[in-house]
């Protein structure tokens, strides 16, 4: 049994991504979804989302060029990252806001473990989330379906810096980054 502690839900997840998405993608997502529905966990930081709305919307912003060529987006973060499930190497997250990817382990429930365990440490040293506290402090909380998103973009010769993030839809801000610069292939 998958436990999170502080899963805040958001919506219960439709049967039918259930049953289409059942052997696609790892089964300790399936048992998420069907105990926890999508929403928010690791301090806010991390969202379940719904991976055929992805797929859909920022599918050609995964950037997946190598293996088998399978990329299921399964969360996003709040600073904007995707983070998908990979058969041939297990959890990736795109970093959109640093141009890079991090592998987050062959298994799910390793990377849920890490954050269980580590918090907010392992959160930091995984994504360099240090500025999404700092916001939260700032802004409020986000809602569900948006992200801190540094304007501009850090690619751009934005700085890093709390008052440089600003409350987005997450769906547009992928693509934005995208179309700015491009996808990180992987």
């Known amino acids: 049994m998958v436990e999170i502690a502080d899963f805040v839900p958001h919506a219960p997840v439709p049967a039918e991504i259930v049953d289409e998405y059942r052997g696609r993608v790892p089964d300790e997502l399936v048992e998420i979804w069907e105990t926890y529905g999508f929403g928010t966990f690791g301090e806010g930081f991390l969202r379940i989302i719904d991976p055929k709305l992805y797929e859909a919307e920022v599918g050609d912003c995964i950037g997946k060029t190598q293996g ?3 990329a299921v987006p399964i969360m996003v973060t709040g600073l904007g990252d995707l983070i ?5 190497l297990g959890v990736v997250a795109i970093l959109f806001r640093e141009e890079r ?3 987050l382990g062959t298994k799910l429930s390793t990377f849920l473990t ?3 365990l580590d918090g907010a440490e392992e959160l930091s040293e ?4 240090t500025p ?3 916001a939260v402090a700032a802004q409020g909380e986000l809602p569900y379906d948006q992200s801190f ?4 973009l850090l690619s751009l010769g934005g700085k890093a810096q709390v008052e440089n993030l600003h409350k987005r839809e997450t769906i547009p801000a992928i693509q934005v980054a995208v179309d700015l610069q491009g996808v990180i292939g992987h």
């Open 132 to 134: 999404f506290p700092e």
């Open 68 to 70: 088998d060529g399978i």
């Open 84 to 88: 998908t499930w990979e058969p041939s």
């Open 114 to 116: 890490l954050v269980r």
């Open 101 to 103: 990817i991090v592998g």
């Open 126 to 129: 995984t994504f360099n989330w």
């Open 149 to 152: 998103i540094f304007v501009p």
